[in-house]
């Protein structure tokens, strides 16, 4: 069963816009952390988020994370052509010998 | 380095045929995981590997089986193919089992059973 849920399945956004996407869990974690998966390729490690953080930066990315709500959301600002991808969280759930869940993605399309 | 190499790219199997699927890993990690990824569903894990000399099952590993060869290799095998086992097929590594650590994931074996 999927852990994590993204919302919206499919974004698309103008060069230079920021993009938002959100991912839901259903039960406690121990970190979260945020895939990208370019068309025909494997996924790659963007942002890990610890559940005693509330946010965390790395680059042009933000993530913030709320335990209360067992949400997430990933913010690209100042979007580029190459952001062009498939996102997708992982939770590391309590008690399951930290192996990640992933939801089912956001596609995101950043025309010129 | 080239991280986690997976072969074959792709794969066209009848159905009842067998195969394995490579990956080798050259990152020394301790973990390394199967997973498939079929449209609109994510990546569910099929089978891991917390060390060498260890496998253990994932959410969905009927129909599969996997062997760790060793600490830089794990692969994973269909006996009997299934056209429900069409799929993309990604193997992972991690530097052990831990809650706080990155999967490092291969380019994926596009799987076909006609």
């Known amino acids: 069963s999927q852990q994590g849920e993204e919302d919206p399945q499919a974004l698309s956004i103008q060069e230079g816009e920021n993009a938002t996407m959100n991912c839901s869990y259903k039960?406690?974690?121990?970190?979260l952390q945020w895939y990208r998966q370019n068309s025909g390729r494997g996924l790659v490690h963007l942002i890990l988020?610890?559940?005693?953080?509330r946010e965390k930066h790395s680059g042009r990315l933000r993530v913030t994370l709320d335990t209360s709500k067992k949400s997430s959301s990933l913010l690209i600002t100042a979007s580029r052509a190459a952001d062009t991808a498939s996102y997708f969280c992982a939770t590391d759930a309590a008690g399951t010998a930290s192996k990640l869940t992933f939801g089912t993605g956001t596609r995101l399309q950043v025309t010129l | 380095n080239a991280g986690v190499t997976q072969t074959p790219k792709f794969q066209v199997l009848k159905t009842g045929q067998s195969m394995t699927l490579q990956c080798a890993q050259d990152?020394?990690?301790?973990?390394m995981y199967w997973y498939r990824q079929d449209p609109g569903m994510g990546l569910r894990l099929i089978y891991y590997s917390a060390s060498e000399g260890t496998t253990d099952k994932g959410e969905v590993p009927n129909g599969y089986n996997v062997s760790r060869l060793n600490k830089r290799e794990f692969s994973l095998r269909l006996e009997s193919a299934a056209p429900s086992q069409t799929s993309v097929y990604f193997c992972a590594s991690s530097p052990r089992l831990s809650a706080y650590n990155e999967q490092f994931f291969g380019p994926g074996t596009r799987l076909t059973v006609l």
């Open positions: 990152m020394n990690h301790n973990s």
């Open positions: 039960t406690s974690i121990n970190n």
């Open positions: 988020i610890r559940s005693n953080e």
